[in-house]
């Protein structure tokens, strides 16, 4: 199939372009850099020897959009582009809502006007919000902290309006869990931009010599040592999911949800010792108050996406580590 991937040269994306590529898909990229590194193309191309379409262009162009629709026959949308920084989100709301949910709904109109109705949405597990209990399963309630989660949750409802109006399109909401990891080639990877607000980010410049130590948001969690739980999910097992995603759509038209994630809970200290394994040097950390808005434990149930999309994560903490610090210390 042709896909056209919006934020496609971003950090899940660019991973994403080399699974649709090993696949034997085409490729259409549509990112207005905003966020990403016009050399992430060549890098991909290396990796998978082939060569995908890049428009740069902002989803909120319609004459862009329309262009690019018209110019290239594709037959399904994989849509990452938008803005992504809780903190930054709550300082700039309009920005937000404009870029991500403004951004969608062009380009789902886009997509109506040229007959394309099938499209893969990249949400989060923020709009879980603070869950009641842990595993969580994608019929959970769902609520939001912050605009972030809200214009996610915002685009999920939209979509869901539109499932029951025009059943024949084939949408698919994907929550992602805590992506982490790089590619193994060492060649893409993430680029956080400034001080990074990650977890793993944050700790990978501790170990570069960027940042003297790490903050430990809270040791007084009701967790086995006090610090958060999450789900950190390699953005290769996540590039995946979204291959075999595609292939549940082709299958029949209407409206899935999957939560992407391993069903593992790590603690930030268990992160901490894991990374240090991978590069051999220690972590300093210092144990300050908790960050606001931060929830306990967040894991996902992802038995729905074993059973109907035959995917499970199989890289573990130890191979995300390592991964990072192959591509923080690769020269590209
Ligand atoms: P990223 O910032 O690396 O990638 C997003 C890409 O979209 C960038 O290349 C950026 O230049 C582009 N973009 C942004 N606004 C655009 C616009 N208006 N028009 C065209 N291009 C635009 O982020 P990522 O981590 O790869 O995240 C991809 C998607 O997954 C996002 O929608 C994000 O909200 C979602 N998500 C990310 C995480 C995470 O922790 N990384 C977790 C859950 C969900
Ligand atoms: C992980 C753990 C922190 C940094 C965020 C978004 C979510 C999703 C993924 C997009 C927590 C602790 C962190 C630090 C720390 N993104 N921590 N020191 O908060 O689970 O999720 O990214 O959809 O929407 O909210 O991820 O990596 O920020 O934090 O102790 O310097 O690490 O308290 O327990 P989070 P994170």
């Known amino acids: 199939m042709k896909i056209l991937v919006t934020g496609g040269m971003g950090y899940i994306g660019s991973h994403t372009v080399v699974e649709l590529q090993h696949a034997g898909h085409e490729v259409v990229v549509v990112d207005n850099l905003s966020n990403a590194d016009a050399r992430v193309r060549e890098r991909v191309q290396r990796i998978t020897g082939k060569a995908f379409v890049f428009e740069e262009a902002d989803i909120r162009d319609r004459a862009a959009m329309e262009r690019i629709f018209g110019a290239h026959k594709v ?8 803005l992504k920084a809780v903190g930054e989100s709550v300082a700039q709301p309009l920005r937000y809502y404009d870029n991500n949910v ?9 997509m109506a006007k040229s007959g394309v109705k099938t499209i893969v949405f990249s949400s989060s597990a923020t709009v879980y919000g603070d869950p009641a209990s842990v595993p969580i399963r994608e019929d959970f309630p769902l609520s939001a902290t912050n605009p972030y989660g809200r ?3 915002m685009i999920e409802d939209i979509l869901r309006d539109l499932a029951k109006a025009e059943p024949d399109w ?3 909401l994907l929550r992602y869990f805590n992506p982490v990891g790089a590619h193994e080639s ?4 993430e680029e956080p931009n400034g001080i990074p607000n990650n977890l793993v980010p944050y700790i990978a410049q501790v170990a570069n010599g960027q940042r003297d130590k790490l903050s430990v948001f809270g040791g007084d969690y ?13 953005v290769v097992d996540l590039a995946i999911g979204h291959v075999k995603t595609l292939d549940r759509l082709a299958r029949e038209p209407g409206i899935v949800t999957y939560n992407l994630g391993t069903g593992r809970g790590n603690s930030v200290l268990e992160m901490v010792r894991a990374f240090e394994q991978a590069c051999g040097r220690p972590i300093p950390y210092q144990i ?3 960050r606001p808005g931060d929830v306990a434990q967040c894991y996902a149930d992802p038995a729905k996406a074993r059973e109907e999309l035959g995917w499970t ?4 903490v130890a191979q995300m580590c390592a991964d990072v610090w192959r591509y923080q210390t690769t020269a590209k």
Do not use: Q
Not at 75 to 82: E, L, M, S, T
């Open 186 to 189: 060492g060649l893409i990877g």
């Open 75 to 82: 037959d399904a949308v994989i849509h990452f582009a938008g």
């Open 170 to 172: 084939r949408i698919a």
């Open 102 to 110: 403004n951004g969608s709904v062009i380009l789902f109109e886009t």
């Open 151 to 153: 214009s996610k949750l």
């Open 288 to 290: 300050v108050e908790r």
């Open 222 to 234: 009701p967790t086995p040592d006090g610090t958060g739980l999450r789900d950190y999910i390699h």
């Open 313 to 316: 994560a199989e890289r573990d």
